[in-house]
């Protein structure tokens, strides 16, 4: 059993993937003249941060003023993206029931993205995350993480929920952060199909179960304090 749960955000507990997608593909394209493939989003991009994204564009490390400018620029498209299509703009399915499950019951949870504040600041607001999470233990990429794969992200979250790795579950999407989530020696570790097939997933030995929704979570793998001695 397991004391506490972290998720990741894009393309977890909200599925935007595609947004992101076609916002890095026009951007990739003005960096360097041709758009990413599917297969460079999904190395390179997926849980990194945009100056690692933008570094590996243009083959080079950018200066600072350069990725703030193109990450915000990116980003802002990105909201709009989600602004305009507000019935897709919702949590996953299965995730609400889940998260109401983990409130109730006095499981430690939290989130652990490399989206950058403006962004964290939108989901805050727009998915109104603070019905179930402590905005506080939130982790996100302030300058200071390296991104995923490092394990850093998961470590920091975990540290945030008063536990050891090995005592918490990562849901993720990207194979970046699966591989975050075992280098930090996360106990248990979840990949949701959001965009992937379950095929992508089948043959990574550190992913213990693959889901296409939260409902599939067995709540019987969490240690609930309230019903301890």
């Known amino acids: 059993m397991f004391k506490g749960i972290i998720f990741d955000f894009n393309g977890t507990l909200f599925f935007d993937s595609e947004k992101h997608l076609d916002a890095w593909r026009k951007y990739s394209a003005k960096l360097r003249g041709t758009a990413f493939t599917d297969d460079e989003m999904r190395k390179y991009m997926f849980g990194r941060t945009n100056e690692d994204i933008i570094a590996y564009a243009l083959g080079e490390k950018p200066s600072k003023q350069l990725v703030e400018q193109l990450a915000k620029e990116k980003e802002a498209v990105y909201r709009d993206m989600c602004r305009m299509d507000k019935e897709n703009t ?10 109401n499950f983990l409130k109730e019951n006095n499981i430690p949870h939290t989130i652990a993205t490399m989206s950058e504040k403006d962004n964290v600041d939108f989901y805050i607001e727009e998915f109104k995350l603070s019905n179930w999470f402590d905005i506080d233990k939130i982790v996100y990429s302030d300058g200071t993480l390296p991104g995923k794969p490092a394990p850093d992200i998961y470590l920091k979250a975990a540290k945030r929920l008063g536990l050891e790795p090995q005592e918490c579950i990562v849901v993720e999407d990207a194979i970046s952060g699966i591989d ?19 095929e992508l997933y089948k043959n990574i030995p550190a992913v213990s179960q693959i ?5 599939e979570i067995d709540r019987n793998i969490f240690e609930i304090p309230c019903l301890k001695n």
């Open 90 to 99: 919702v949590l996953a399915p299965g995730a609400v029931k889940l998260l």
């Open 180 to 198: 975050s989530a075992k280098s930090a020696g996360i106990g248990k570790i979840i990949a949701i199909a959001s965009m992937e097939s379950k």
């Open 211 to 215: 889901i296409e929704n939260f409902d």
